[in-house]
T-cell receptor, first 116, second 114 residues
């Protein structure tokens, strides 16, 4: 049972344009969401996060939108740069459940290629 | 170095052999996590420690897997009688006790079972 899904395995975008990555979740206990970026042979690195009490969080070129009723979040990268080419993972956590211990449930990832 | 360190970076082993990986978390972090990532998938939770106590184990962690964090600092993950299906990237992460701020992953250990 995949609780976090990224339905687009890959995305190709021209440099300077917007990249939009989507993520859907099924577990209504999830209340904190994160996006990670991963280069080959490296561990995931934190990009941006959002709490379920918000519907938008922005950090520079990165904006995450959360639609709780649809159980959907998206990551916008504007403008996209060649250095953004990587695999992006959406992750979710149930912060309200202390016993969950901050473990993360990840989606399958979206490979982004930004063309110069 | 203030990051999460994992050793070795790569391990090739024959089926049936035992392997052990090490993770050194960020020193002030008292939570430590192990995840496994197979090709084309996202990381999957295996187990986590708060200090030296192992508080949760995923059903993915069969009896052949054991993890320890003896003094609440570094952790080891051992796989006994390795199988080809164990081939994956094993990721370690650490975090402070409260919240997800500072949740940091290491570069992982890539295991290949031949």
């Amino acid at each position: 049972d995949q609780q976090v899904k990224q339905n687009s395995p890959s995305l190709s975008v021209q440099e300077g344009r917007i990249s939009i990555l989507n993520c859907d979740y099924t577990n209504s206990m999830f209340d904190y969401f994160l996006w990670y970026k991963k280069y080959p042979a490296e561990g995931p690195t934190f990009l941006i996060s959002i709490s379920s009490i918000k519907d938008k969080n922005e950090d520079g070129r990165f904006t995450v939108f959360l639609n709780k009723s649809a159980k959907h979040l998206s990551l916008h990268i504007v403008p996209s740069q060649p250095g953004d080419s990587a695999v992006y993972f959406c992750a979710a956590s149930a912060q309200m459940i202390k016993a969950a211990g901050n473990k993360l449930t990840f989606g399958g990832g979206t490979r982004v290629l930004v063309k110069p | 170095d203030t990051g999460v360190s994992q050793n070795p970076r790569h391990k090739i082993t024959k089926r049936g052999q035992n392997v052990t990986f090490r993770c050194d978390p960020i020193s002030e972090h008292n939570r430590l996590y192990w995840y496994r990532q197979t090709l084309g998938q996202g990381p999957e939770f295996l187990t986590y420690f708060q200090n030296e106590a192992q508080l949760e184990k995923s059903r993915l962690l069969s009896d052949r897997f054991s993890a320890e964090r003896p003094k609440g600092s570094f952790s080891t993950l051992e796989i006994q009688r390795t199988e080809q299906g164990d081939s994956a990237m094993y990721l370690c992460a650490s975090s402070p006790r409260e919240g997800l701020y500072g949740y940091t992953f290491g570069s992982g250990t890539r295991l290949t079972v031949v």
